[in-house]
T-cell receptor, first 116, second 116 residues
Framework: AQSVAQPEDQVNVAEGNPLTVKCTYS??????LFWYVQYPNRGLQFLLK??????LVKGSYGFEAEFNKSQTSFHLKKPSALVSDSALYFC??????????????FGAGTQVVVTP | SAVISQKPSRDICQRGTSLTIQCQVD?????MFWYRQQPGQSLTLIAT?????????ESGFVIDKFPISRPNLTFSTLTVSNMSPEDSSIYLC?????????????FGPGTRLLVL
């Protein structure tokens, strides 16, 4: 079984400061890890993913995430947050290989609030 | 980037009625999925829409309540039948596979449903 945890319901950060959104996971095999963002009244937008290779993954809008196998974590980071980054962020995981092809397990989501 | 559209974008319905949501993608995809996002919650997978065969439903979701069609590789529908206020949610389709959507699920903008 696969699962993902986002331990923080909300993260508050001042504009210009570093932003970190935490995610830990549990899978039986090798993980496929994803980050999505949801702006108000919008669908989910794909930010980045880790499948294999370099542990540091760079994605859209200046975001990056680091895969840490020993800590089973995949934290999302941005060096300098913008007010426009205020949104709901979801971490998702999928076992690879899997007998449920394509099925993603989503975390509960973390609301990011960036203040001017 | 992925172009996935959903119709309607939002609707207000009376209890006991049914609503059919359409999902259209701009290129052929292998997998199409339907999710529900209840207010303030994460995403829950309803079913996987299989082209040419019946949908595969997750635990807690049944075909009589959420019939799904997938007549071709670019289109799917989800019907929410005999609606009650508890069905008020955002319904999202996602796609994966095919030439343009490898190893990543991309989401439509969602359909916001309010049942009175």
């Amino acid at each position: 079984a696969q699962s993902v945890a986002q331990p923080e319901d909300q993260v508050n950060v001042a504009e210009g400061n570093p932003l970190t959104v935490k995610c830990t996971y549990s899978v039986s095999g090798n993980p496929y890890l994803f980050w999505y963002v949801q702006y108000p009244n919008r669908g989910l937008q794909f930010l980045l993913k880790y499948i294999t290779g370099d542990n540091l993954v760079k994605g859209s809008y200046g975001f990056e995430a680091e895969f840490n196998k020993s800590q089973t974590s995949f934290h999302l980071k941005k060096p300098s947050a913008l007010v426009s980054d205020s949104a709901l962020y979801f971490c998702a995981v999928r076992d690879s290989p899997t007998d449920s092809w394509g099925k993603l397990q989503f975390g509960a989501g973390t609301q990011v609030v960036v203040t001017p | 980037s992925a172009v996935i559209s959903q119709k309607p974008s939002r609707d207000i319905c009376q209890r006991g009625t049914s609503l059919t949501i359409q999902c259209q993608v701009d290129s052929q995809v292998t997998m199409m999925f339907w999710y529900r996002q209840q207010p303030g919650q994460s995403l829950t997978l309803i079913a996987t829409a299989n082209q040419g065969s019946e949908a595969t439903y997750e635990s807690g979701f049944v075909i009589d309540k959420f019939p799904i069609s997938r007549p071709n590789l670019t289109f799917s529908t989800l019907t929410v039948s005999n609606m009650s206020p508890e069905d008020s949610s955002i319904y999202l389709c996602s796609v994966e596979g095919g030439q343009d959507y490898q190893e990543t699920q991309y989401f439509g903008p969602g359909t916001r449903l309010l049942v009175l």
